[in-house]
């Protein structure tokens, strides 16, 4: 709308203005006089909406690998009667060393992030044990018992039972 007004005042002073400030003859006096008549738009200028305007980008998608959160510490399961219990956390067995009586359940329970076993010298072996994964063995002769993380061969344990 501004462009076509201010282009409406362009031509009326082009026209009015030129012949008023031309010098040299006076129009003739039996010239009709000219008369402008106000222009109309020829297309009506957009009407705004109060309709309010939403992007419909798709939905962003993460590129980045997934946080896995730090592990919580949790209470050990409480070893049956008699029993022990050893914890697996980060990439230690704790105690490493554990000495207990013949006919003691031992159980192992792993509360790190990254998965660890409890594999005996002999090759009795928990499998990978997740977060959260408890492993039990009863001893029942005396003797020392020693054990490995297979997957973490520098973690290492020994399990020495008395009569």
């Not at 008549?37 to 980045?64: D, K, M, Q, S, Y």
């Not at 209470?75 to 006919?103: H, K, M």
């Not at 928990?126 to 002769?141: I, K, N, P, W």
Request: hydrophobic content about 40%; glycine content about 8%.
């Amino acid at each position: 709308m501004r462009t076509l007004t201010a282009a409406l005042i362009a031509t009326v002073f082009l026209l009015l203005g030129c012949t008023a400030a031309t010098p040299g003859p006076s129009p003739s006096p039996t010239a009709p006089p000219v008369t402008l008549a106000p222009a109309t738009p020829t297309a009506a200028p957009p009407t705004p909406t109060a309709e309010p305007v939403t992007a419909t980008a798709p939905p962003a998608t993460p590129t980045a690998a997934p946080v896995t959160p730090a592990p919580t510490a949790t209470p050990a399961p409480e070893p049956t009667a008699g029993g022990a219990a050893v914890t697996i956390l980060d990439f230690s067995f704790q105690p490493q060393s554990l000495e207990v009586s013949a006919g003691t359940e031992v159980t192992w329970t792993h509360q790190g992030a990254a998965p660890h076993t409890v594999t005996f010298d002999e090759g009795e072996s928990s499998g990978a044990l997740e977060t959260g994964g408890v492993f039990r063995r009863t001893f029942e002769s005396a003797g020392s018992f020693d054990y490995i993380c297979a997957i973490h061969p520098a973690m290492r344990g020994t399990i020495t039972v008395a009569d």
